[in-house]
Nanobody, 127 residues
Framework: QVQLVESGGGLVQAGGSLRLSCAASGRAFSSNAMGWFRQAPGKEREFVAAISRDGGSTSYANSVKGRFTISGDNAKNTVYLQMNSLQPEDTAVYYC????????????????????WGQGTQVTVSS
């Protein structure tokens, strides 16, 4: 079992930055692949970014590439999503996800690949 708690969401003006955190417990953090997804009102949950179990590979949605960065801190059992140049279309509830049933370098990008989810944190970007 893995428990995930997100934090760091809030209200920011367009062009601003936020850093989301996802604290993991219950299983060695370094053994999990971690992902960030988001869901805007009336829309499907979509992939944002993910990092492999070994931390050596990352993947990003085209819409956030070059603006968002995913990283992990094994000592703190935490994964981060640094979000820069935020735009109103980034407004959504952001969810952290984790699972360990992958090869070490695989980067899972589909929501159904993850069994463990956090409760979500709201990010609102005003124009």
């Amino acid at each position: 079992q893995v428990q995930l708690v997100e934090s760091g969401g809030g209200l920011v003006q367009a062009g601003g930055s936020l850093r989301l955190s996802c604290a993991a417990s219950g299983r060695a953090f370094s053994s999990n692949a971690m992902g960030w997804f988001r869901q805007a009102p009336g829309k499907e949950r979509e992939f944002v970014a993910a990092i492999s179990r070994d931390g050596g590979s990352t993947s990003y949605a085209n819409s956030v590439k070059g603006r968002f960065t995913i990283s992990g801190d094994n000592a703190k059992n935490t994964v981060y999503l640094q979000m820069n140049s935020l735009q109103p279309e980034d407004t959504a509830v952001y969810y952290c996800a984790a699972d360990f049933l992958f090869s070490s370098a695989y980067v899972p990008q589909r929501s159904y690949e993850y069994r463990y989810w956090g409760q979500g944190t709201q990010v609102t970007v005003s124009s």
